[in-house]
């Protein structure tokens, strides 16, 4: 090997600290798709199996009657249509309101709209779970327990959004809206026609990380809904594996692969803009 | 703008008043009815003894005496500091080595994508797909393996005090690593590759030129990678809910566990108030903290 090495010019010995680092990122790729892959696995084993032979790798059969069984056991199909209208609602409310204050922060001059702004940043450092206990309070008074208007309307007040669009609209072109102003346009139709089109792509990732972090939240479930029919997804596996932990290891994980699988091809397909969006904005959707 | 004040407002700033409050509207509303006015509720809550049924009554701060009284509380104090102990250093530590490593190579994608993947996964999947690889006795994968392959018996990961932040810990630090990988990586494309290069032909090790240009000029990167980690960790909830079990084992008791515990499982809505008080008072204190301290150690480009 030395002798190969010396003949080779220095240069050529670059690849040899790729194969380290390929070597180091194939290894943590490879820990990153253990637990998914493992969770199919598991789908697939029977109870006797998971009992008698709890290390073997593969299923022995293959029992594909996890998944007819789990779908049956709890309203699945139910839940996705929950999490899903509840997304887009909190998604489309989000947006259409943010995006309003965030042209009023950006755009329109008024008193004490720095100091405004100011006190918006600042609720941001407000954990949801400080005001849970007044909130439910208060939900229980309007009769919202147990409704989804629990979970969707207070979500949709979400000074990080105000944040990230103003960004945004600040970085427009100014000279687009005086156009418009001198053709007469109000404040309305600037922001309806002008801003909003300019800031598509700030709509988008907005977009995406209000409904990964609905589509995803737990807390306020957790806290609202008590009738299963309402429950969201992570909801109903929750209240699944609870009922099923220990007796019924394959039927939970078939559970579990059917609330994941959807989430993850729509991920696949738009993998580009998901990444590019949660990495700009860094949040991650909490 | 201080000769505004002088001036009469136009018509048209006049109005401007209006279409701000109409704009605003929506968002402003929400802050105060469903943020401001709970939080301002919570203060109240907090100095009372109320179960939402019998009268309430007016304790001052025997409720905070209590919380801190209260070895459960320590426990979810000390439980959640733990877990940002393990999650923020070695988690950040080991997305920048990985978006480092990333960086220089090509077929990012498919890394990235991989990397990705529990960050798009909800909590509580990942505590489920977790539950089988961590549980002890037939069911976990890990301590199986190292049962029949080594000999070795490891502890019961999920249901020993001592063990079941480090593993709840192992499992945040997983299910964001992808997430702290992509930001570190668009914070490390910002490099400008002549800086690089100069460092290179005067001769800087790989070492040196990771502490001396890549490490400042992330700063700003790692600095809020770093508040968004530790609020996290003070907010932990659902890995511990889902994972272990913080009702039977004061070890996974976190900070918000025990906001939930005494609020939705004993009804004490005064003393829960406290406890998330104190949670506040520890988020602005630890942020303020660490914005205190970026101006020593965060390098701005001018």
């Known amino acids: ?47 006797q199996q998971m009992l ?71 609720t941001q450092m407000v954990p949801a779970q400080v005001t849970i206990v007044p909130l439910y309070l208060m939900m229980s008074k309007l009769g919202w327990v147990d409704t989804h208007l629990a979970l969707i309307i207070p979500a949709m007040v979400n000074p990080f959004a105000v944040f990230l669009l103003r960004q945004f609209i ?5 000279e687009l809206e005086d156009a418009g102003r001198i053709d007469g346009a109000g404040h309305w139709t600037i922001f309806w026609r002008i801003v909003l089109p300019n800031i598509r792509p700030g709509l988008g990732a907005l977009g995406i990380i209000v ?16 009738t299963t029919e309402l429950f969201t997804v992570p909801m109903l596996i929750a209240q699944f594996v609870g009922q099923h932990d220990l007796t019924s290891y394959g039927l939970v994980m078939a559970a579990n692969v059917v609330t994941v699988v959807p989430m993850l091809i729509a991920f696949l397909i738009g993998q580009r803009r998901i990444i590019n969006s949660l990495a700009s904005s860094g949040l991650g959707g909490r | 703008m201080t000769t505004v004040p002088q001036q009469r407002p136009t018509g048209w700033r006049k109005r401007d008043k209006w279409w701000a409050a109409a704009f605003l509207g929506p968002q402003v509303g929400g802050l105060l009815v469903f943020l401001v006015f709970p939080l301002g509720f919570a203060v109240v ?17 025997d409720n905070f005496r209590a919380q801190f009284a209260d070895p459960e509380f320590g426990h979810a104090i000390w439980n959640t500091a733990k877990l940002g102990l393990i999650t923020v250093p070695v988690g950040l530590g080991l997305a920048l080595l990985i978006a480092v490593a990333l960086n220089s190579v090509r077929g990012k994608t498919i890394y990235r994508v991989v990397y990705f ?38 502890p019961d990961w999920l249901n020993s005090e001592q063990w079941v932040m480090v593993s709840v810990a192992v499992v945040t630090i997983w299910s964001s690593l992808g997430l702290n990988v992509v930001i570190f ?65 004061d070890g996974a008791r976190t900070i918000v566990y025990q906001v939930y515990d005494l609020g939705f499982k004993q009804f004490r ?27 020593r150690f965060v390098h701005y480009e001018e």
């Open chain 2, 45 to 61: 809550l907090s100095f009372m003894q109320w179960d939402g049924l019998t009268e309430a009554s007016w304790v001052g701060f």
């Open chain 1, 52 to 122: 008698l032979n709890p290390q073997e790798v593969l299923p022995e059969p293959w029992r594909a009657e996890n998944y007819s069984d789990a779908l049956t056991a709890a309203p699945f199909a139910r839940a996705f249509w929950n999490s899903f209208y509840i997304a887009a609602i909190t998604v489309t409310g989000t947006l259409i309101t943010s995006a309003m204050a965030a042209y009023a922060f950006a755009r329109i001059r008024f008193r004490g709209r720095g100091l405004l702004f100011g006190v918006f940043l600042a």
């Open chain 2, 185 to 249: 990586l668009a914070g490390l494309q910002t490099i400008p590759p002549q800086l690089m290069e100069a460092g290179r032909i005067d001769g800087a090790s790989p070492a040196r030129l990771f502490r001396s240009i890549t490490l400042p000029m992330i700063s700003p990167t790692l600095f809020f990678t770093m508040v968004v980690s530790v609020i996290s960790s003070l907010q932990a909830f659902e890995s511990v809910y889902i994972l272990a079990n913080p009702a039977h084992n």
């Open chain 1, 170 to 174: 600040l970085a427009v072109p100014a």
């Open chain 1, 1 to 47: 090997m030395t002798a190969v090495a010396i003949q080779r010019p220095p240069r050529r010995r670059v690849p040899a600290g790729r194969i380290v680092l390929h070597t180091v990122l194939i290894l943590g790729g490879l820990t990153m798709l253990f637990p998914f892959v493992w969770m199919v696995l598991t789908s697939f084993k029977s109870d």
């Open chain 2, 269 to 295: 809505f005064g003393l829960s108030s406290a406890a998330a008080l104190i949670l506040l008072v520890l988020t602005v204190a630890v942020t303020l903290i660490q914005f205190g301290a970026q101006k």
């Open chain 2, 117 to 154: 993947l529990p960050v798009v996964t909800s909590s509580v999947a990942v505590a489920v797909m977790w539950k089988s690889i961590l549980a002890s006795g037939d069911y976990g994968i890990l301590n199986n393996t190292a049962h029949d392959l080594f000999g070795v018996t490891l």
């Open chain 1, 211 to 226: 409904f990964l972090g609905s589509w995803n939240s737990f807390f306020f479930p957790l806290i609202f809904l008590n």
